[in-house]
């Protein structure tokens, strides 16, 4: 059960935890800006700028007038919080080649002659989508690491491989409902 799992920090973003709020800032308006800049993940001013859709000179008001209003910090956590929240463009690739997995299922299903509805694979796929996209997003960092090609490459070769895409078949089959179920419900609340 746990290989299900495995993995929930590429979609829940748990190591951006940062556990000081802004409002309220202990230290002076220098500190607070760069405390914005390292959430943001940018280094200058203008790219903290770019981040909130505001102008640089209004960053540079702030450190003139020595605050930084409340609104702006609404906006910078609001900013910052949606930028969690989207995916990764690794796990969008992931989530395209684990959308592929019920087609290659039904496929192989009717060229067996077992005959049988498209249901059961679209519905498992469907049920347990993020599950099978965390399976597949680390699948793709640890070819990413081994081989050193780009996300893109690694996704399309999954994508047109459907020995790869039949074995997450097999990894379906041999797991249970109930797990698949639990497991996408710890995701989809980020445990």
């Not at 390292?38 to 960053?59: N, P």
């Not at 919080?81 to 969008?92: A, C, D, E, Y």
Request: aromatic share 6%; glycine share 6%.
């Amino acid at each position: 059960m746990s290989s299900l799992v495995n993995g929930c920090d590429i979609l829940s973003n748990s190591e951006n935890h940062n556990p000081q709020a802004l409002s309220g800032w202990a230290g002076d308006v220098a500190s607070l800006v760069r405390e914005m800049k390292r959430r943001a993940g940018v280094k200058t001013d203008q790219e903290l700028a770019e981040f909130l859709s505001i102008s640089q000179s209004a960053v540079a008001n702030w450190k003139q007038r020595g605050g930084v209003p409340e609104a702006a910090i609404l906006k910078f956590e609001e900013a910052v919080s949606n930028r969690q929240k989207t995916p990764t463009l690794r796990v969008i690739y992931a989530r395209a080649v684990a959308m592929r997995v019920p087609a290659i299922w039904a496929e192989r299903v009717q060229r067996k002659g077992k005959g049988g509805s498209e249901f059961i694979p679209y519905f498992t796929v469907s049920t347990s989508l993020n599950v099978i996209t965390n399976r597949v997003a680390k699948e793709i960092a640890e070819i990413e690491r081994a081989t050193g090609l780009p996300t893109a490459d690694v996704a399309m070769q999954l994508l047109s491989d459907d020995d790869y895409l039949w074995g997450i078949v097999g990894w379906l089959n041999e797991v249970s409902m109930a797990e698949l179920l639990l497991a996408e419900a710890k995701l989809s609340r980020g445990v």
